[in-house]
């Protein structure tokens, strides 16, 4: 079993900033890419931030300068600094990993999501 868990979501004023955290855990042998992805009310689900193995990022237009995804490997752990956060931030982010399991199986995981909430 692998278990994917994010935190640090919260309410945060226009202009504030946020740093959500994603550890993935358990029955690992790889983890390809991280990444952020997020939906909002009446929204489909949308990729934010995605980061591969060796520190590649691709970011979706409406965050780039603002957010910045990162990882440590060894933690099997990635990161999400989001600085002057809009009220169209508003969402739940789900943290996903793109893991190679101990039965050699390539799956997506995902986390149960984090509320993140840009509000005056």
């Known amino acids: 079993q692998v278990q994917v868990v994010e935190s640090g979501g919260g309410l945060v004023q226009p202009g504030g900033s946020l740093r959500l955290s994603c550890a993935a855990s358990g029955s690992i042998l790889v983890i390809y890419a991280m990444g952020w992805y997020r939906q909002a009310p009446g929204k489909q689900r949308e990729l934010v931030a995605v980061i591969t193995s060796g520190g590649s990022t691709n970011y979706a237009d409406s965050v780039k300068g603002r957010f910045t995804i990162s990882r440590d490997n060894a933690k099997n752990a990635a990161y999400l600094q989001m600085n002057n956060l809009k009220p169209e931030d508003t969402a739940v982010y789900y943290c996903?990993?793109?893991?190679?399991?101990?039965?050699?199986?390539?799956?997506?995981?995902w986390g149960q999501g984090t509320q993140v909430t840009v509000s005056s």
């Open positions: 996903n990993a793109d893991v190679v399991n101990y039965v050699r199986e390539r799956k997506d995981y």
